[in-house]
Structures are given as structure tokens and as C-alpha cells.
Nanobody, 116 residues
Framework: QVQLVESGGGLVQPGGSLRLSCAAS????????MGWYRQAPGHQRELVAS???????NYADSVKGRFTISSNNAKNTVELQMNNLDPAETAIYYC??????????WGQGTQVTVSS
């Protein structure tokens, strides 16, 4: 079982920045990928960014150049730096971890609101 705890959401003005953090409870030896997804009202959950244990990253086209995902395998954490946020990116952001046996775990989500 992997428990994920997210933090860092909140209210930010358009063009502003936020940094999300996610801490996993289990030894990162068994986690090979962590990522961030988001779900806006009336929309499906979508990938924002992911990073493998080896450091390979993947980004949604809409966030490339503005968002940066990073991880610390020793601390079992993953972070998402979000810059130049747009109101359309208002959503609940979820942390996801996938283990070596392809089992996926989700955090409870953190609200990000981009509004003036």
C-alpha cells in the first residue's frame, strides 16, 4: 500500500506560480513512476506531468515550458512547479504513484484556483 499526501494548492492570480508537493509513504524502491494529473469540473482527469525513477519526464503539451516536475527518490517526494498559470487550469490536482508491479495509487487531491 502506498499513501500519497499532496500539498501546495491554493488561490493564485493569472500569470502567477504555485508549487505542488507530494510525499509517498512507501519506500521509493517499489515506485517506478510518479506524476500529477488534474481534473476540472465537467472534464476528465488528464495527465499534467510524470517522472520515472530514472528521471525521465513526460509533460502534457499545454504545460511544456511552464511546468517542471522533479523528484527526490531518497525522500519519496515529487514536486510540480507551475508558472504562468491560466484560469483554465483551475482544477483539482492529483498525485499518482505507480509501483513496479503496475499498481497505481492516488492522493486525495489538492485544489488549484487561478483567478483574479
Amino acid at each position: 500500500q502506498v499513501q500519497l499526501v499532496e500539498s501546495g494548492g491554493g488561490l493564485v492570480q493569472p500569470g502567477g506560480s504555485l508549487r505542488l508537493s507530494c510525499a509517498a509513504s512507501r519506500n521509493s524502491f517499489s515506485i517506478y513512476l510518479m506524476g500529477w494529473y488534474r481534473q476540472a469540473p465537467g472534464h476528465q482527469r488528464e495527465l499534467v506531468a510524470s517522472i520515472t525513477r530514472g528521471g525521465s519526464t513526460n509533460y502534457a503539451d499545454s504545460v511544456k515550458g511552464r511546468f517542471t516536475i522533479s523528484s527526490n527518490n531518497a525522500k519519496n517526494t515529487v514536486e510540480l512547479q507551475m508558472n504562468n498559470l491560466d484560469p483554465a487550469e483551475t482544477a483539482i490536482y492529483y498525485c499518482k504513484a505507480v509501483t513496479d508491479v503496475s499498481r497505481a495509487y492516488w492522493g486525495q487531491g489538492t485544489q488549484v484556483t487561478v483567478s483574479s
